[in-house]
Structure formats: C-alpha cells, structure tokens
C-alpha cells in the first residue's frame, strides 16, 4: 500500500464549485505540504502543515484553504474553483529530522471549466 | 523572480552514456539541494541530496556536484539507462527543516535512446 495516497486522482468541476482535494499518510510524518504544477513549471507550495495546530500559507495560497484533521490527514478545498485553478495537485510529508526530503503522493489531476 | 532554473527542457541521451542536468539558483539563503524524480502519473520520488558544506555526493550511479560559487549544481547518471527516461526537478531549501517547503526547478525531461 502506498505510504501517501491522494483522493480523487480525478476531477472534473465548474466554475464556482467548491472543491476538496484529501491526503492521507500513513508513514507517521508530522509535516504535510499541498503544491501544485503547471504544465511546463515546477512545483510551487500552496500551504504546508507541521501539526495539527500549525498552518502556514506558501507561496500561492489565495483562492485555496487548508485542514489538518489529524497527524495524517490534510485537505486542500477551493471555495470557489476557478479555471486557472486547473492543475496537478501533489500532497507531500516529510519528518522533522529530514524535513526537506519529502514523499509525495501520486497527485491529483483538477479541471475547471 | 525564478530562484531555482532549470533551462533545459529536455536532455536526449544514448542510453550507456552519461546524462547531465544541469541546475542554477539564485537565493544565496539555499544551503540543502535535492533533486527528485517524477514518472508520468506519478508523484516525484526523491533522488539524491546534498549539503553546501559538499561539494559533491554519491549515490551509485547518480552524483550531484554542487558549485557554490557559481551558485550551479548537476546531477550526473552513469551509466544511462532505459527506466532512467524521466523528468527530473531540481529543488532546493534553507536547512533547518524546509521550513517554507521546497522551492523547485521547471524540471528537465531526459529522454535514454536506445
């Protein structure tokens, strides 16, 4: 079984939908990161998590929200989707020993239309 | 402001021989670079690491070598071979726990010829 799993690893939505992309993990990892890709551009952070009563925004949070609902749950929700908010969705773990070796899920591919 | 590049798209390789991707950053805060992997349909799977205080690190077939001065590094694969036809990303954060996250490259796709 895989230690990061990602629900759904499909949506298609409308415009003004609202959206929640969920993670679980099961590697025991008190940090969780949401990013996101593009075609043609590299991963950029939305919001990371080092416990459940620690949220922090990254570098492209607007439009998105954050819950951490226990050591190895975190969900990404659009309020409201948007087009541009098309994308690959990646959550991440990783430990506190070696925080900047993260595992990621498979993803999670969103269409808005 | 891009802070870490990877300005080769794509890298095609012969497979035997060595590929070489290349990687610039320009955050002089980054102390911890690592590259990571990634298959279609897949998330990125983590690759090798390295420290500022190394100018080098080895991983059988895979070597990182990191240049501070020109703010440069480079994954090296020798020798090439078929599975290693993937997109590689370049990431790079302040040590201390990657506390903002990773900050990571475009990614380049190599491509191993047969």
């Known amino acids: 079984d895989a230690d990061v799993t990602q629900t759904p690893r499909n949506r298609i939505t409308k415009t003004g939908k609202r959206i929640m992309l969920e993670c679980s993990q099961t590697?025991?990892?008190?940090?969780m990161y949401w990013y996101r890709q593009d075609p043609g551009l590299g991963l950029r952070l939305i919001y990371y998590?080092?416990?459940?009563?620690?949220?922090n925004k990254g570098e492209i949070s607007d439009g998105y929200s954050v819950s951490r609902q226990a050591q190895a749950k975190f969900s990404l929700s659009l309020e409201s989707a948007i087009p541009n908010q098309t994308a690959l969705y990646f959550c991440?773990?990783?430990?506190?020993?070696?925080?900047?070796?993260?595992?990621f899920g498979p993803g999670t591919r969103l269409t808005v239309l | 402001d891009q802070q870490v590049k990877q300005n080769s798209p794509s890298l095609s390789v012969q497979e035997g021989r060595i590929s070489i991707l290349n990687c610039d950053y320009t955050?002089?805060?980054?102390?911890?670079f690592l590259w990571y992997k990634k298959y279609p349909a897949e998330g990125p799977t983590f690759l090798i690491s390295?420290?500022?205080?190394?100018d080098k690190n080895e991983d059988g077939r895979f070597t990182v070598f990191l240049n501070k001065s020109a703010k440069h590094l480079s994954l090296h694969i020798v020798p090439s071979q078929p599975g290693d036809s993937a997109v590689y990303f370049c990431?790079?954060?302040?040590?201390?726990?990657?506390?903002?996250?990773?900050?990571f490259g475009k990614g380049t796709h190599l491509i191993i010829q047969p």
């Open positions: 955050n002089s805060m980054f102390d911890y």
């Open positions: 990431a790079a954060s302040v040590r201390g726990g990657g506390a903002d996250g990773l900050t």
């Open positions: 390295i420290s500022s205080i190394k």
């Open positions: 991440a773990t990783s430990d506190l020993v070696r925080a900047d070796t993260q595992y």
């Open positions: 998590s080092f416990d459940v009563k620690d949220i």
């Open positions: 590697k025991g990892h008190d940090r």
